[in-house]
């Protein structure tokens, strides 16, 4: 069984740039979590998708986006990216998005912004 | 507000030494309980998680975490630390508010003394 898989591992983008993170779910898992962990914290979510729609939000600003597609995969967008964006991005499997399904988390893409 | 206080930011040990990481968390319902380990520039690895039931919770690598439901905490041990348990240590808790997600302690930076 493959775990949670996200691309690429690292990259360096400049302010005001487009960024597009990837990630792969586990087999049978219809749920993809966001979280961004900024140097010295916590993850923080994001946004989280459930059957291809936004199923709940955290405190993050619209220009950070994303998509869910048939196989469930998903996509981090961040438009007009700041220097504050850097950060490592996780993203994070489940069997569904109701309480107490466990999430199981992706090596993380590492996102400097210059 | 739902939250997960980590007190202690840096902790020092040493080699067979034994060890305890402190989670208060702040949570309306019965919590599920995470810990996570993160080794520099890697992702989380989860070490142990409560749900319900025994509230002494046996995770790998040795670790184990009480839940005391009275003193709102989850603290993380291990009688005997090895030079390889250096890292951050995150304390979750998983919440439905709006959806289910992870809310996140700060971490706590283990060091181990030779």
């Known amino acids: 069984e493959t775990g949670v898989t996200q691309s690429p591992t690292h990259l360096i983008k400049t302010r005001g740039q487009q960024v597009t993170l990837r990630c792969s779910s586990q087999s049978g898992h219809n749920t993809v979590s966001w979280y961004q962990q900024a140097l010295g914290q916590g993850p923080q979510f994001i946004f989280q998708y459930y059957r291809e729609e936004e199923n709940g939000r955290g405190n993050f600003p619209p220009r950070f986006s994303g998509l869910q597609f048939p196989n469930y995969s998903s996509e981090l967008n961040v438009n007009a990216l700041e220097l504050d964006d850097s950060a490592l991005y996780l993203c994070a499997s489940s069997l569904d998005w109701t309480s107490g399904n466990e999430q199981f988390f992706g090596p993380g893409t590492r996102l400097t912004v210059l | 507000a739902q939250s997960v206080t980590q007190p202690d930011i840096h902790i020092t040990v040493s080699e067979g030494a034994s060890l305890e990481l402190r989670c208060n968390y702040s949570?309306?319902?019965?919590?599920?309980l995470f810990w996570y380990v993160q080794s520099p520039g890697q992702g989380l690895q989860l070490l142990l998680k409560?749900?319900?039931?025994?509230?002494l919770v046996q995770g790998i690598k040795g670790f184990e975490a009480e839940f005391k439901r009275s003193q709102s905490s989850f603290n993380l041990r291990k009688p005997s630390v090895h030079w390889s348990d250096a890292a951050e240590y995150f304390c979750a808790v998983g919440a439905t508010s709006g959806t289910y997600k992870y809310i996140f302690g700060t971490g706590t930076r283990l060091k181990v003394l030779a």
């Open positions: 949570y309306g319902a019965t919590p599920y």
């Open positions: 409560y749900f319900s039931g025994d509230t």
